[in-house]
């Protein structure tokens, strides 16, 4: 049986639209049943449209307050049935109540090999940094931003004359492969967080 994934977006979506993509694979463990986004623009929600996948906002200025915004999107994954969230581009913080309901069961993508470059700017922060490689990690959501247990990681050279933009281009091209890959592992069981940490079947 493949498990049910939502994803949540904030913008023009392109990791939800490789999970879409890659979800079309027959042997492919996950199936996405639903697309959220906290803003009615999000240009991603259009693209899931286009591929017949339920999609809506649930914008969060709608909301007197996070928490009962939070409520809402809870009521919507419950609808969907979703039993995985993937959260990609999401520019929302979310509550210890919400990221405790589903432990285990969320993951995000974020733009740096974490434990390097939490937070915002990872391009620019890496620039600074001087590092001579960089990537993209897909780690399981927990209390503390970008500091859950990781899932898959790859990793891009630095070139000498990149900029923040040359590097964020080359990072999301690998961030799709990535994201695609640990759903995978995660929806077939062969990656679990359990004290934690990341658990790999072997
Ligand atoms: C990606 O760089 C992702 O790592 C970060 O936000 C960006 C979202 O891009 N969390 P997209 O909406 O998936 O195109």
Sequence with gaps: MKKRVA????????????LVAAAKA????????????????????????NEGIP???I?????????????AISAALKAAGAEIVCLAGYMRIMSPEFVGEWEGRMLNIHPSLL????????????LEAGVRVHGCTVHFVTAGMDEGPIIAQTAIRVDVDDT???????????EHATYAEALALVASGK????GGRT????
């Design 7 to 18: 994803i949540l977006i904030s913008g023009r979506g392109s990791n939800m639209g490789a």
């Design 26 to 49: 027959p042997d492919y463990p996950a199936a996405i049943v639903a697309i959220i986004a906290n803003k009615a623009d999000a240009g991603g929600l259009d693209t899931a449209r």
């Design 55 to 57: 999609a809506f906002a």
């Design 59 to 71: 914008p969060h200025r709608d909301y007197a307050s996070k928490r009962d915004h939070e409520i």
């Design 115 to 126: 434990p390097l470059f939490k937070g915002l700017h990872t391009h620019e922060q890496a």
């Design 164 to 174: 923040a933009e040359t590097l964020a281009q080359r990072v999301l091209s690998v």
């Design 191 to 194: 990656a679990r967080m359990q």
């Design 199 to 202: 658990i790999f079947a072997t």
